[in-house]
């Protein structure tokens, strides 16, 4: 009879053991959103599934919304009671939200790991509110043909000196700026160290006259004012451009589409400006200040972003790690063919990049003012100077 008691008990303990186990509350889960990122699903899957190995109290739920809707679904996310814990974006927007006091502040201590200048790029009133996931930084596609015996240009101003010998030699176009594509001509104005606080200077009157007299001269095209990224592909692939900036990612565009045009293609770094920094562009992970799992969501962002798993994102990818151990790996220290070779360049542009160009609040109006003057100047619409105190007038209203 005892034995059976002890037996009861015994059983007594073990379905209160299940049961407990059973009822224990679900592990946290992290809600992450990436920007276009389904074409790498197997890789994104992987460091979830390692991840939540390593961290079995944490699941990862993976959302990935279409690059269009990024902002207006964000934005009503982050405004919500509900919103993703971990969030995909670009810096401007990112910006944005952090001015809306939408975002956590994340401290620095979290920050070893990654480039020191990209993480200062991201800062906001001094305070960080996102980490970085992955870069870009263009580099200078060229015709070595076509550049015959001219030496290979550093700054725009190399451009200027070059570009009439090119055109009565070959005929063709130094290059096809895209200056009214975006903040392209507030980009060029930031290796000179113009911002929107003096864009009326003399410094800045000088590099809106270069592109000018290139324009007015006919050393580059009059689709310089109206024609985006992809037609200075196709002229380039055509070889009625010289110089093309892009990622590393044409060149195997116009290796597919243009074979004869990339045999005689090799690759350079960026062209600057005055400050000889690079220009660059990334994309980042922010946590909204109402997420329900910031620590969790800080941990993950982290492992994200360790040597491993940039390291065979860089390798799936074109795009640059921004973890400073993997920048200092061999693949990106050595190459051994043209697409290689630009990868290479282009990591290494990293390690200068500041002062970088930064957003601000009213971006989008104030890259209208600023494509619209580049247009009135190339097209003698008036004096430089008159239309560059113009829009500064404009957006200090």
């Known amino acids: 009879m005892k034995v059976k008691s002890i037996l009861a008990v015994i059983v007594i303990i073990i379905l209160s053991i299940i049961f407990f186990r059973q ?202 004012i109206t024609q985006t990224h992809r037609e200075a592909l196709e002229k380039y692939m055509a070889e009625k451009i010289v110089f093309f900036q892009a990622g590393a990612n044409f060149l195997t565009m116009i290796k597919e589409n243009a074979p004869s045009t990339y045999k005689n293609t090799d690759v350079a770094p960026q062209i600057k400006g005055k400050l000889r920094q690079n220009d660059f562009s990334l994309m980042n992970f922010v946590i909204p200040l109402r997420a329900k799992h910031k620590n969790e969501a800080l941990k993950f962002a982290l492992y994200l972003t360790n040597y491993e798993n940039q390291l065979e994102l860089a390798k799936l990818t074109n795009v640059l790690a921004v973890n400073q151990k993997t920048l200092e790996d061999d693949f990106y220290n050595s190459y051994s063919d043209l697409e290689s070779k630009a990868r290479v360049i282009s990591a290494k542009q990293l390690n200068k990049i500041e002062p970088s160009f930064k957003s601000v609040r009213n971006q989008k109006e104030i890259n209208t003012v600023i494509n619209t003057a580049v247009q009135q100047i190339l097209l003698n619409k008036n004096t430089t100077e008159k239309i560059l105190d113009d829009v500064y007038n404009k957006v200090k209203l």
């Open 23 to 224: 009822a224990k509350p679900v592990s946290d889960e992290v809600v992450f959103w990436t920007l276009q990122m389904n074409d790498f699903s197997s890789y994104m899957n992987k460091v979830i599934e390692n991840f939540e190995a390593q961290n079995p109290d944490i699941k990862i739920k993976w959302i990935d919304v279409p690059f269009s809707e990024g902002e207006k679904r964000t934005l009503a996310s982050v405004l919500s009671d509900t919103p993703p814990d971990l969030i995909n974006l670009n810096p401007d927007f990112s910006a944005l939200l952090a001015q809306r006091g939408a975002l956590y502040e994340i401290d620095e201590q979290y920050t070893k790991q990654f480039n020191k200048s990209i993480i200062n790029s991201l800062k906001y009133d001094g305070k960080l509110y996102s980490l970085p996931w992955y870069a870009t930084s263009a580099v200078t596609i060229y015709n070595k043909d076509l550049l015959s015996k001219a030496n290979m240009p550093e700054t725009y101003e190399d451009i200027a000196k070059i570009a009439p010998a090119i055109k009565s030699k070959t005929g063709a176009y130094v290059m096809l700026p895209n200056i009214t594509e975006n903040d392209t001509m507030l980009r060029i104005l930031n290796k000179y160290g113009i911002t929107i606080e003096n864009i009326n200077s003399e410094e800045a009157v000088e590099v809106f006259n270069l592109f000018k007299n290139l324009y007015e001269n006919g050393f580059i095209p009059k689709e310089s």
